[in-house]
Nanobody
């Protein structure tokens, strides 16, 4: 019914940059908050950044000043620009979206995840 597809992950050297994209498709009436989470091996999934429908943003302290979340409402897409990547940023990054479908059901959806590795 609703699908989130992430792209843009990969391997970069510490200090490098990546831009993640997540496109939502399906029975979508409106999208409220969208966000990025990450999970490293042996660790719990954590919030990286979120952005509301109005553009208000919130970031984890560990990524403030380095990551920027943005969205294109016309494309139902959220982005995460990651600069100055550190080894500790290595994780699977998951897209999340709070979506109202055409049947007036509001639910959260998750993407399958994309691997980000910052290593020398």
């Amino acid at each position: 019914q609703v699908q989130l597809v992430e792209s843009g992950g990969g391997l970069v050297q510490p200090g490098g940059s990546l831009r993640l994209s997540c496109a939502a498709s399906g029975s979508i009436f409106s999208i409220y908050a969208m966000g990025w989470y990450r999970q490293a091996p042996g660790k719990q999934r954590e919030l990286v950044a979120i952005i509301s429908s109005s553009g208000s943003t919130n970031y984890a302290d560990s990524v403030k000043g380095r990551f920027t979340i943005s969205r294109d409402n016309a494309k139902n897409t959220v982005y995460l620009q990651m600069n100055s990547l550190k080894p500790e940023d290595t994780a699977v990054y998951y897209c999340n979206a709070d979506i109202m479908n055409y049947f007036s059901r509001r639910s959260e959806y998750w993407g399958q995840g994309t691997q980000v590795t910052a290593s020398s």
